[in-house]
């Protein structure tokens, strides 16, 4: 998820909405360009409209990346998986307009873009209508005065155990391990996780696509840490 990172913005006893906003970030006029043509194809506005589409009993699968950056991962992982609709959840202007651009260059139907706070929009999704959710590399606001900033919080969580079905999977990973101790105490008291795989402090390489992120990571001697829940009931 990428947001304006304001170190030295005084948030204390602001709303939570008011915490996340989007970072435009330099736009190209490509990527501008790309928006403005396609956003009516791909953007899902309406999202209370969408979730009643979910939750219907013929539904199409539906899995969701919070934070897709630039949207390699996200088109990938579209093309793996036809049969389902691909929600991204991002706020990143730069990275929505490439995204847009390689949906169309590549013809990859199966995905939909919602530009909102990742809490607003899984706080309006509907109760069991999502397979799978990932996020990849969060923004880890490592001073401690930011940790409210944090998209992993134990609310936050309960709202993900909420829009999954049952079986259905959240994958997180992290190459900061302050990051990966505070995801692991969120996750942990939720019981309605059980985790089912742990790479945790993966070795460089390891991982077989790993992200520009995690590239980046990689490159200054951090540890991965990669974690896989599934939603028990």
């Known amino acids: 998820m990428h ?3 304001d170190e030295d913005a005084n948030t204390d006893g602001l709303p939570a909405k008011s915490l996340f906003t989007s970072f435009r970030g330099r736009i190209t006029s490509a990527q501008k360009s ?9 953007f899902i ?9 979910a939750s219907t009993a013929s539904r199409q699968k539906l899995k969701i990346e919070i934070g897709f950056g630039m949207g390699v991962e996200l088109a990938r992982w579209a093309i793996e998986s036809p049969d389902a609709l691909m929600l991204g959840i991002e706020l990143y202007r730069p990275g929505i307009g490439s995204l847009f651009s390689k949906l169309v260059n590549e013809g990859i ?5 919602i530009e909102a706070p990742a809490q607003i929009a899984i706080g309006e999704l509907s109760n069991n209508s999502v397979d799978e959710i990932r996020i990849l590399f969060p923004d880890p606001w490592p001073k401690k005065r930011h940790h409210k900033r944090r998209l992993i919080q134990k609310e936050f969580i309960c709202q ?4 999954l079905i049952e079986g259905g999977r959240l994958q997180i990973a992290t190459d900061w391990k302050p990051y990966a101790d505070w995801i692991f105490s969120c996750i942990e008291k939720n019981t309605g996780f059980v985790q089912i795989f742990d790479r945790t402090a993966l070795a460089q390489g390891e991982r077989d696509r790993p992200t520009k992120f995690e590239s980046r990571g990689m490159n200054l001697k951090h540890r991965v840490f990669d974690f896989t829940y599934e939603k028990t009931s």
């Open 45 to 53: 506005t309406d999202l209370a409209k969408h979730a009643d589409l």
């Open 160 to 163: 993900v155990e909420r829009v």
């Open 3 to 5: 947001l304006i990172h």
């Open 34 to 42: 790309a928006i403005e043509r396609y956003g009516r194809q791909y």
């Open 109 to 113: 139907e199966n995905v939909r873009v």
